[in-house]
């Protein structure tokens, strides 16, 4: 990528700068706050349609340099064969018509490298060397290690994302598994353990007790109904014949007054017999008759008559009645009456106890067939008996097919458990294949050597003190194992520069661009500036942009083209110092 032109106007700090790029390399400088930064910032942004200095693209015209009142600001980069990228930010436009590289904001920011994730990193790899992690050939890898068809199938999908998500995916299943196993054993997973593992057996089924028992609990239920039924029908008898014993007591008493009322009834109708004829006698002598006396009518007219033995009394003119006969009449009626009443109830008292006494006999003809009690206890003791033996039948019979449960479920927890062990085995190599240091080490070294190699290279050609690497796990080390985050400054710019020239040479980009150069002494500057040259010499960079703080612009050889910057301007003089 040859960058030709880079005009910058209302760019933050940056009023106005128009740079031509006459050599392979351009070393940009001025003072502080003179507007580098925001120029190399614009670039950037122009570039790639992103900026840090700023989140919402609706803040973009914040970004303007609002001298005289200016209001638009742009930068627009002119490369390889009059192509453009310019970026508005006073209508928040970008304008690129020609797609760059992915890696590209890693040769314009060379410090990305360093910041990024492991993932980040390895993804940038796969970018370089044209591979994908969600390709047939991951798949087929993960095929020539052995791993289950089927579960391969099913990591696929993640593999789109990245490995690390497919290895993610891989590692959860394994804890599944492993969650599964402890479920059906009730034990902690271990390699050694779930390897042959098999549920505890219980004791031996003997299927000939078992039909012995069976038999036996039809007999005994057989016997247990009839001699309930049996123990229905005795208790029904025998509380007939309590019954009917409480009966016979009642009905006892009753006809225990047989005789008091047969005596009383006998009275009472010999006072009914007197007191009706001394009611009729003082009726007579009431109406002025006497006892004995006979009515009768004369045979000529007709008329009434009395004879009271001694001669005829016509009824209706002759007869005088007795007063006190007739005040007692009603007295000795009552008495009658109340006598009769008497008489009726005894009657009837008389029916009772006769029919009691009948009753009774009855019901003790019917008392002789009634069971005696012992019977029925003894009935009630062998039931308990056989409820007993049945109940260690049944007993004995649960046993029996909890053991045959057991043993069936033991077989199936025997089987479920390999199943969960297996599984787990084949999401684990899964796991271990897509894990940083598998497939995905494999795959990249296709992309990381040539990157370690290139860095090799630089690491001489600067003169650098030791070696610089990325590791297959992403780590920036120098040779001596130190993090590239512990490194300094000028350090870790040395380094961010080689592996950005890498990443611009393995990708064919030639172009990087690197800022506050002033960071390194002047014997590191020298080294840097001859590295620089002797890439563009053997043709190995297109472009290479350098920013540094300066105290003026410095006298370079004709590879290089130096830009002064002061106060958001190119000044006009550097052009002379330059050619």
Known sequence: MKINKISSFGNVAVRNAEINLRAPIALICGSNRAGKTSLRNGIIHALTGKTDTVSLKKDWPLLINKHDNNLIGYTLVNFDDDKTACINLHNGVHELKTPLHSALPYVLNPSLFGSITPDERRSLLFDLGNLRSDGSEVKQKLLDRGCDPAKVDQVLPFLKSSFDSAAKHAEENVKQARANWKAVTGEIYGDKKAEGWKAPQPPAIDNVSKEEVSDYLLKIDAELDAANQELGKLQAQFNGAAARNAEIVRLRTEHEKFDRIRTKLDKDRQEVAMWMVKVDDTRLIANGSKPGAISCSCPSCGTELVFD???????GGDLHGDED?????????????????SVASGERDLVTATAAGERIAVMEAENKSAPDEQALVALKANIEVMKTSRKDAKTKLDEIE???????????????????HVSL???????????????PSEMLSASLDPINKRITESVKRLGFYGDVFITPDMTILEDDCKLYSLSSKATRLLID?????????????????????????M??????????????????????????????????????????????????????VAA
């Open 309 to 315: 033995g001694e001669k005829l009394i016509e009824r």
């Open 325 to 341: 006969a007739a005040m007692n009449l009603k007295t000795y009626e009552a008495t009658l009456e109340l006598l009769k009443k």
């Open 402 to 420: 909890r053991n045959v449960r057991l043993a069936s479920e033991a077989e199936a927890k025997t089987k479920k458990a390999a199943e969960h």
């Open 425 to 439: 085995q084949e999401w684990d190599k899964i796991a271990s294949a897509l894990a940083p240091n598998g497939i």
């Open 497 to 521: 520069s080689m592996i950005a020239e890498a990443i611009s040479h393995v990708s064919g980009i030639k172009f990087f661009m690197v800022d506050e150069f002033d960071l390194l002494d």
């Open 523 to 576: 014997q590191s500057r020298s080294n840097y500036l001859n590295w620089l040259i002797e890439l563009a010499e053997k043709n190995e960079i297109d472009t290479a942009i350098i920013f540094g703080t300066l105290k003026q612009p410095p006298k370079l050889p004709p590879q290089f083209s130096v830009h002064w910057l002061q106060d958001g301007v190119i000044a006009g003089h550097v052009a002379e």
